[in-house]
């Protein structure tokens, strides 16, 4: 019987400004993905990042351990 490891990454969703969200990862650079609603970018950013892997694997390629997740917070400043 084949154990299924699960992992959690940070995914990134960048609003667009015509529209949708455009996914990235910060433990895999240049693995990117869009979805028209956050919803559907969910989705989309779950299945690349779990293709992503599976390429990883069958090249025999170390696939990243999980970084700390990065912390996005709002600033509020005042100014004239």
Same mark, same amino acid.
């Given at each position: 019987?084949?154990?299924?490891?699960?992992?959690? @990454?940070?995914?990134? #969703?960048?609003?667009? *400004?015509?529209?949708? @969200?455009?996914?990235? #990862?910060?433990?895999? *650079?240049?693995?990117?993905?869009f979805g028209r609603t956050f919803e559907?970018?969910?989705?989309k950013a779950s299945e690349v990042l779990s293709l992503w892997v599976e390429e990883l694997e069958a090249e025999h390629k170390t696939i990243p351990e999980r970084k700390?997740?990065?912390i996005i917070t709002d600033v509020k400043i005042a100014f004239a």
């Amino acid at each position: 019987m084949k154990t299924t490891n699960v992992t959690v @990454y940070p995914a990134i #969703f960048n609003p667009i *400004p015509d529209g949708g @969200y455009e996914v990235s #990862f910060p433990d895999f *650079p240049g693995c990117v993905t869009f979805g028209r609603t956050f919803e559907e970018a969910q989705e989309k950013a779950s299945e690349v990042l779990s293709l992503w892997v599976e390429e990883l694997e069958a090249e025999h390629k170390t696939i990243p351990e999980r970084k700390e997740r990065p912390i996005i917070t709002d600033v509020k400043i005042a100014f004239a």
